[in-house]
């Protein structure tokens, strides 16, 4: 469902106002929990009825997803100043971060002693909360002047002309490459961490969980580092977005270096170091991405910014089903062709370093390609007002 997102941006660019889209997409997403947890109950009974109400549930989660998180990126976009938008993209995920801790500590707690009923009950719940956040979140967000105006005429006409023109513009379609190949090589990475860490390390499920704590741990600290360096060095070559994208789309491939030599060098390696330096990496690019992203979307005075952002959401979406699709095959075919994991996960590492080493060679293009408007790549500061309400 979230290759639809870019159709679901067009309609909220036609629109004009993008928190209905939020609070929309937030219902659909609650009904969408909920129908998965009553067809987890239901499955006990009645497989098959089960299986296809899971299926219209996940439908509905991807579809409330696709389009709460293309209008809130959009809002983001429009509301954030220039500036101060890689902060916003820090806090933002930040916050998606808070979210998971808080919900699985709270969600498993209540969920003890398990029963199909506690599960459903549970779920409601937090499905409650979250619509209910959501709501006094963006209360007062956007003004009666966000709903009309030329903006809104602009975005007007069908999807695929709207589609037709953002692709034209080289540096949104150089920055959906981007997306896809980084988004590819980040998935396919970190869904075979843990098996490899168990295969060639000898470490057991619960210490190859918590090494991916420790690689979350690290992403978490290159996100803090990319707005800390913004602030520090604001309008400075260290300050640049195209510089974090492509340094760490560039370092992410170098420790996936690291880690497949390191399946030669066996447990004497520093596994913890490198998975943490991998992590900062992998988020130093993200956080960067993801200001590049607010950025671009409104490139020119563009008036499509929910289709472009809804195309690089498309992109990381399919990019993220493919990845892990990618990794999980490479690694079982290698060890069938190597007979061994250590060559295995060695050459799959590889290539993944290989991936990463053109998503940083696209990032260093995406801000050279003459488009609308460059802009301004510089990384944000995370400190001061940074969304603007349409009271000022």
Request: charged share 10%; proline share 5%; glycine share 16%.
């Amino acid at each position: 469902m979230q290759v639809l997102r870019p159709r679901l941006g067009h309609g909220s660019d036609a629109g004009g106002r993008r928190t209905p889209w939020i609070l929309g997409g937030m219902a659909v997403l609650a009904a969408g929990g909920i129908g998965a947890a009553l067809s987890t109950a239901w499955m006990a009974r009645y497989p098959v009825h089960g299986i296809i109400a899971a299926v219209l549930s996940y439908g509905l989660i991807g579809l409330g997803v696709g389009a709460s998180g293309t209008a809130l990126l959009v809002l983001l976009a429009k509301r954030v100043g220039p500036a101060r938008r890689a902060a916003a993209a820090t806090i933002v995920w930040l916050m998606m971060f808070a979210g998971f801790a808080l919900t699985a500590t709270l969600a498993g707690r209540f969920l003890d002693p398990f029963s199909p009923a506690r599960l459903i009950g549970v779920t409601s719940a937090v499905a409650a909360v979250a619509l209910l956040i959501t709501l006094f979140a963006v209360r007062g967000m956007e003004g009666p002047a966000a709903a009309g105006g030329p903006d809104r005429a602009a975005a007007g006409g069908t999807f695929r002309d709207a589609l037709a023109q953002v692709w034209a513009d080289r540096q949104a379609r150089q920055f959906t490459i981007f997306v896809f190949v980084s988004m590819l090589a980040y998935s396919a990475q970190e869904l075979i961490l843990e098996p490899f860490a168990g295969a060639v390390f000898g470490l057991q499920p619960g210490a190859s969980t918590r090494l991916t704590g420790v690689q979350h741990g690290g992403a978490l600290a290159g996100m803090l580092l990319v707005a800390l360096m913004g602030s520090l060095f604001a309008g400075r070559r260290l300050g640049a977005l195209r510089l974090w994208m492509t340094g760490g789309c560039a370092g992410s491939a170098v420790m996936l270096l690291v880690l497949a030599a390191g399946a030669f060098a066996g447990p004497a390696w520093p596994l913890r170091p490198a998975v943490f330096a991998l992590g900062l990496a992998n988020g130093a690019f993200t956080v960067a991405a993801i200001g590049a992203m607010m950025q671009l979307a409104g490139a020119g005075g563009s008036p499509r910014e929910g289709v472009r952002m809804g195309l690089w959401g498309g992109a990381q979406a399919v990019a993220f089903a493919l990845g892990g699709l990618f990794g999980t095959l490479a690694s079982d075919l290698a060890r069938l062709l190597f007979g061994s994991p250590v060559g295995a996960y060695a050459l799959v590492f590889g290539l993944e370093a290989a991936l990463f080493l053109i998503a940083a060679w696209q990032a260093a293009r995406v801000f050279a390609a003459p488009g609308p408007r460059a802009g301004d790549d510089r990384a944000a500061a995370p400190f001061g007002p940074m969304i603007t309400t349409s009271r000022g």
